[in-house]
T-cell receptor, first 115, second 114 residues
Framework: GQQLNQSPQSMFIQEGEDVSMNCTSS?????WLWYKQDPGEGPVLLIA?????ELTSNGRLTAQFGITRKDSFLNISASIPSDVGIYFC???????????????FGKGTLLTVNP | GAGVSQTPSNKVTEKGKYVELRCDPI?????LYWYRQSLGQGPEFLIY????????DSGLPNDRFFAVRPEGSVSTLKIQRTERGDSAVYLC????????????FGPGTRLTVL
């Protein structure tokens, strides 16, 4: 099945550093979402973006919905050890109709934070 | 309140066997989704239920896979004649309704086919 192009695949950073990851798609989405997944758990929603150009923050997290609706990025500022995990972007068409609520995910970015 | 629960957490089976994976969604959530996550990949959509009916089963890989939700709550994903390539984590998610509401994921069932 389709997966979004997410980069980088992995990052190893020092505590306190900022980190950025991004996601691109060949097709348009009306909603972009960013999830974090810890080992043995399901993904947990971090940020949802609903409008092209939208910039949204949630604590130390900031995400933007690209103008073309084909890309998004996530920034984490002042990283801490508990930020460790796999981060996934996901796109959703989100229009009326059952099939448009399924999520299409990227392959993930594995983040390691060195204390 | 209770989140989405999935049982079993782990399932090991032999090639050719039949397996059932269960999902208990958050109470009151009408929409339910199944995804499959292979090692090193993001989750991939399998099927979406709105109430009791499968609104979209376009992600099911072949006719060995089938899912039901007879009373609009608990769902069971059924895999016949399992193959080694079916090994993955099977994730279930539920949302309040299908109209763009947040999907809450369960911890998944790790299926290993020997």
């Amino acid at each position: 099945g389709q997966q979004l192009n997410q980069s980088p695949q992995s990052m190893f950073i020092q505590e306190g550093e900022d980190v950025s990851m991004n996601c691109t798609s060949s097709s348009i989405f009306n909603t972009w979402l960013w999830y974090k997944q810890d080992p043995g758990e399901g993904p947990v929603l971090l940020i949802a973006l609903y409008k092209a150009g939208e910039l949204t923050s949630n604590g130390r997290l900031t995400a933007q919905f690209g103008i073309t609706r084909k890309d998004s990025f996530l920034n984490i500022s002042a990283s801490i050890p508990s930020d460790v995990g796999i981060y996934f972007c996901a796109g959703q068409l989100g229009q009326s109709g059952g099939s448009n609520y399924k999520l299409t995910f990227g392959k993930g970015t594995l983040l390691t934070v060195n204390p | 309140g209770a989140g989405v629960s999935q049982t079993p957490s782990n399932k090991v089976t032999e090639k050719g066997k039949y397996v059932e994976l269960r999902c208990d969604p958050i109470s009151g959530h009408t929409a339910l989704y199944w995804y499959r996550q292979s090692l090193g990949q993001g989750p991939e959509f399998l099927i979406y239920f709105q109430g009791t009916g499968a609104a979209d089963d376009s992600g099911l890989p072949n006719d060995r896979f089938f899912a039901v939700r007879p009373e609009g709550s608990v769902s069971t994903l059924k895999i016949q004649r399992t193959e080694r390539g079916d090994s993955a984590v099977y994730l279930c998610a539920s949302s309040l309704n299908g109209v763009g509401s947040e999907q809450f994921f369960g911890p998944g069932t790790r299926l290993t086919v020997l």
